[in-house]
């Protein structure tokens, strides 16, 4: 076949065929951009409120961490309150578990450095003393199964380590509060520690099982 020869038409229609392909290239850059700018745009808007939920977050944190420790607080006091009743029901007339006491004391606490140099501290709510027995109270506002266990595996020894004096005392546990969580007034009768509940300002001891330990 011989070369054809372009005629002005023909270039024409090229370049018509051109400025056509490039406005659609341009179209779709055109849509491409608008795309990349809502993207952008959803971006922002999506990081702005991740940050006001964050920042909704931390005030909700703040303000929870706020109701907790006033929570705290009510509850410590509430722990004192009952202290106080459990004290002055004792020293009446200083009798728990059968026994007479001659010295009942509140709030005792006490540090002592141990022969290999270690330091120990106790606190006891309640403490009542004769010549041969001692009684150690803990008092809660709502009694659990961490005070009961503190009371027999913390209480009960480092008494012996800071008060050598009372070494040979028989020891009496009780366990006093306005309330019991379930089951752990029954498992402190199956212990041998008696418990001491509050109603009002006054104080019933339930101390039937007690035993010396």
Not at 15 to 36: G, H
Request: proline fraction near 1%; hydrophobic fraction near 40%.
């Amino acid at each position: 076949m011989g070369e054809r020869t372009l005629t002005d038409a023909d270039i024409k229609a090229i370049f018509a065929e051109s400025d056509k392909q490039s406005a659609k290239a341009n179209a779709s850059i055109d849509r491409l951009t608008v795309d990349i700018e809502d993207l952008k745009t959803l971006v922002a808007k999506t990081t702005e409120q991740v940050d006001k939920t964050i920042q909704q977050m931390a005030k909700s944190d703040e303000k929870f961490a706020d109701m907790r420790e006033e929570l705290g607080n009510i509850g410590h006091n509430n722990g004192l309150v009952a202290e106080e009743i459990v004290y002055h029901s004792l020293a009446k007339d200083m009798v728990f578990a059968g026994i007479k006491f001659e010295t009942v004391d509140h709030g005792t606490v006490r540090s002592r450095k141990l022969s290999d140099g270690k330091k120990v501290k106790g606190e006891y709510d309640v403490l009542l003393y004769n010549g041969t027995s001692v009684a150690i109270i803990e008092v809660k506002h709502r009694v659990g199964r961490d005070a009961l266990t503190r009371l027999v595996e913390v209480q009960l020894p480092r008494f012996r380590q800071i008060f050598p004096e009372y070494k040979d005392c028989k020891m009496y546990l009780g366990l006093g509060g306005m309330s019991f969580e379930k089951g752990i007034a029954e498992e402190a009768h199956r212990q041998g520690i008696a418990t001491l509940t509050l109603s009002g300002d006054a104080v019933e001891i339930d101390d039937k099982d007690v035993k010396a330990w």
